[in-house]
């Protein structure tokens, strides 16, 4: 079950409506629909906020990978750390992610149907993202952009982003992120 489907889950079994959960949040009903429909990714700190009001904790909403002592990650051990209903699905680049500043992840974005109204946010930390295969789209501030493979991009966290695939064929990013929100 992916993060929006929780959420969704946890509202509905406490009899929270997404007004009320939108108003307790500051976070708009139209994010929080596409949330839980799988269409939209949410920042940290936004989730520990949706944690705190539904009365879980952060950790709620993650299967851990596996901690391995061993360094080397060998690509038929990579375990799959999330897979949203939006078409994202997230595999660990770590080992062991406990007591660690960065958190690498292959990512992979299947197409969409149709170009959605990608709703950008922001959040602590800073991102380096690397397109492996397929078209991304970013959206940084007011600003759309296509990259492709071979392109990156490095950023801090707090100005307002997102991305999307809006072609007909599998988008693998490779991301690194801080902080480590993962292990506390």
Same mark, same amino acid.
């Given at each position: 079950?992916?993060?929006?489907m929780?959420?969704?889950?946890? !509202?509905a079994?406490? /009899?929270?409506?997404?007004?009320?959960?939108?108003?307790? &949040?500051?976070? &708009?009903? /139209?994010?929080?629909? +596409?949330?839980? =429909?799988?269409?939209?990714?949410?920042?940290?700190?936004s989730?520990?906020?949706?944690? %705190?009001?539904?009365? *879980? #904790?952060?950790?709620?909403?993650?299967?851990?990978? #596996?901690? !391995?002592?061993? =360094?080397?990650? =060998?690509?038929?051990? +990579? %375990?799959?750390?999330?897979?949203?209903?939006? /078409?994202?699905?997230?595999?660990?680049?770590?080992t062991?992610?406990?007591?660690? +500043?960065? *958190?690498?992840?292959?990512?992979?974005?299947?197409? +969409?149907?149709? %170009?959605?109204?990608?709703?950008?946010?922001?959040?602590?930390?800073?991102e380096? *993202?690397? *397109?492996?295969? /397929?078209?991304?789209?970013?959206?940084?501030?007011?600003?759309?952009?296509?990259?492709?493979?071979?392109?990156? $991009? #490095?950023m801090?966290?707090?100005?307002?982003?997102?991305w999307?695939?809006?072609?007909?064929?599998? $988008? =693998?990013?490779?991301?690194?992120?801080?902080?480590?929100?993962i292990?506390?």
């Open positions: 079950m992916n993060i929006g929780k959420i969704k889950k946890l !509202r079994e406490k /009899g929270i409506t997404l007004k009320e959960l939108s108003e307790k &949040s500051n976070l &708009s009903i /139209g994010f929080l629909s +596409q949330l839980e =429909r799988g269409l939209t990714t949410i920042a940290v700190d989730l520990e906020k949706l944690a %705190e009001i539904l009365e *879980v #904790h952060l950790t709620y909403f993650f299967d851990y990978p #596996h901690k !391995r002592k061993d =360094r080397i990650l =060998r690509s038929y051990e +990579q %375990e799959i750390l999330d897979v949203e209903e939006g /078409g994202f699905i997230k595999y660990s680049l770590s062991n992610l406990e007591d660690k +500043q960065l *958190v690498p992840r292959l990512i992979e974005i299947l197409p +969409q149907k149709k %170009e959605e109204e990608i709703i950008s946010y922001k959040h602590d930390g800073e380096f *993202v690397y *397109v492996l295969e /397929g078209i991304l789209t970013i959206y940084l501030e007011s600003e759309r952009y296509e990259l492709y493979p071979g392109d990156s $991009v #490095h801090d966290s707090e100005i307002i982003h997102n999307a695939n809006y072609t007909n064929k599998k $988008v =693998r990013l490779l991301a690194v992120n801080t902080p480590n929100h292990y506390k």
